[in-house]
Nanobody
Framework: QVQLVESGGGLVQAGGSLRLSCAASGGTISTYNLGWFRQAPGKEREFVAVITWSGGTYYTDLVKGRFTISRDNAMNTVYLQMNSLKLEDTAVYYC????????????????WGQGTKVTVSS
């Protein structure tokens, strides 16, 4: 029942940084796992990072060491700090709740929000 809206995307040069936000409404996020996903042109949607309700974090190897996921339960918002951006990070980024299994989340859902577009240029 929690509604999520992504924001913070934009155009950035390779090596630069962006901070994405996932704002929730209609309920608290404090008891949810919150994950970030992305879909590049011509590619399947893939898992990026997740922060569990208890604060644990997991990342795909593609972004480990460059991205940091965090949450502010009081603000009902989850963030994705993206540093050292690469051309391969260009995608529409989405957030979603769901179970965490073996340090990842499934990305094969039919329904997604609008997302926020990240474009990394050379």
């Amino acid at each position: 029942q929690v509604q999520l809206v992504e924001s913070g995307g934009g155009l950035v040069q390779a090596g630069g940084s962006l901070r994405l936000s996932c704002a929730a409404s209609g309920g608290t996020i404090s008891t949810y796992n919150l994950g970030w996903f992305r879909q590049a042109p011509g590619k399947e949607r893939e898992f990026v990072a997740v922060i569990t309700w208890s604060g644990g974090t997991y990342y795909t190897d593609l972004v480990k060491g460059r991205f940091t996921i965090s949450r502010d339960n009081a603000m009902n918002t989850v963030y994705l700090q993206m540093n050292s951006l690469k051309l391969e990070d260009t995608a529409v980024y989405y957030c979603r709740t769901g179970p965490v299994v073996a340090g990842t989340m499934r990305a094969d859902f039919d329904s997604w929000g609008q997302g926020t577009k990240v474009t990394v240029s050379s």
